[in-house]
């Protein structure tokens, strides 16, 4: 069995990074319709000030991603994908060599061209290997990173598929199965993510992240994707604009609970809820 700190490592381009700590990953879209507008970043100058932003606020990995999967979003091909993420991927690896870089794709061929073309460090992908059979094989041939993430169906019928026999063991047995089947393809650096407000309800999210240290059984980072969910603004009657405040509450919920990185829109917000965890776990152990 794993120890508790080998399981909190991740290597990145030849780096090994400790994630005992909880660390930030920026989100940057290149997509029209993310459903948070303000995500939705522009090319060249504007990107790369976007980006040097979240680094100056405290992330440690930039997370690209070409293909909307807010609830029943238009689908895309994967060459409209690639030419939508490939420019901003240049940009940033070219302007910020060692920020790792993460793409938020499903498809396989998509992976293996941004990890050989532009150096990508890890594959983000919202189906858990379930779109695309090749997805585990062509990331076991790549040698990079992986998160896998808990969904059912696709991001356009996603919303109906929200029925469990148990929810907490049927998620985790779905990424327990394939983080089993990826280390035996030899993927060693795996992160695993719930995937809320994917195939969930709104009741579903919070049941997961009352019960988030469950996930620790797996023994690799958790990953805690709620950024201005609609978990958080559809319960708080507002809109993603202003679902700041309760994205922040939400996240030191997630870090009470064991999550190694949050992937998150607002990285100064999250660099503050991670400083005050932090002071208050190391109170915990005085």
């Known amino acids: 069995m794993k120890t508790e700190v080998s399981s909190l490592f991740l290597k990145l381009n030849q780096r090994l990074y400790d994630l005992r700590k909880p660390v930030v990953m920026g989100i940057v879209n290149v997509t029209p319709d993310s459903f948070f507008s303000l995500s939705r970043f522009k090319m060249g100058r504007s990107l790369l000030n976007q980006v ?11 997370d690209v991603g070409g293909y909307s999967t807010r609830p029943q979003a238009a689908p895309v091909s994967s060459e409209e994908e690639l030419r939508r993420i490939a420019e901003p991927i240049e ?8 920020i790792p870089v993460s793409v938020d794709t499903f498809r396989s061929e998509v992976a293996r061209a941004v990890v050989e073309h532009y150096g990508v460090a890890m594959i983000n992908d919202v189906s858990g290997g379930t779109l695309d059979p090749r997805m585990f094989e062509t990331v076991a041939a790549l040698g990079v990173a992986y998160v896998l993430m808990h969904t059912k169906g696709t991001p356009q019928n996603m919303h109906t598929l929200t029925e469990y026999d148990a929810l907490l063991p049927d ?3 779905f990424l327990e199965k394939r983080v089993a089947q990826l280390h035996l393809l030899g993927v060693n650096d795996v992160v695993i993510d719930p995937g809320f407000g994917f195939a969930k309800t709104l009741e579903q999210n919070y049941e997961l992240l009352h019960k988030l240290d469950y ?4 023994e690799v980072p958790l990953l805690v994707g709620v950024s201005r969910k609609s978990m958080i603004y559809k319960l708080l009657e507002t809109t993603p604009e202003a679902a700041l405040n309760g994205t922040t509450a939400v996240h030191m919920l997630a870090l009470m609970g064991g999550a190694s990185i949050l992937r ?9 809820a991670i400083k005050i965890f932090n002071a208050w776990q190391q109170a915990a152990n005085h």
């Open 264 to 272: 998150v829109h607002d990285v100064k917000e999250a660099m503050e």
């Open 171 to 173: 998620v985790i047995h």
């Open 215 to 218: 996930f620790k059984e797996i």
């Open 91 to 98: 940009l940033i690896r070219k302007k910020f060599p060692d």
């Open 52 to 62: 040097e932003q979240q680094i100056a606020d405290g992330a440690t990995m930039i």
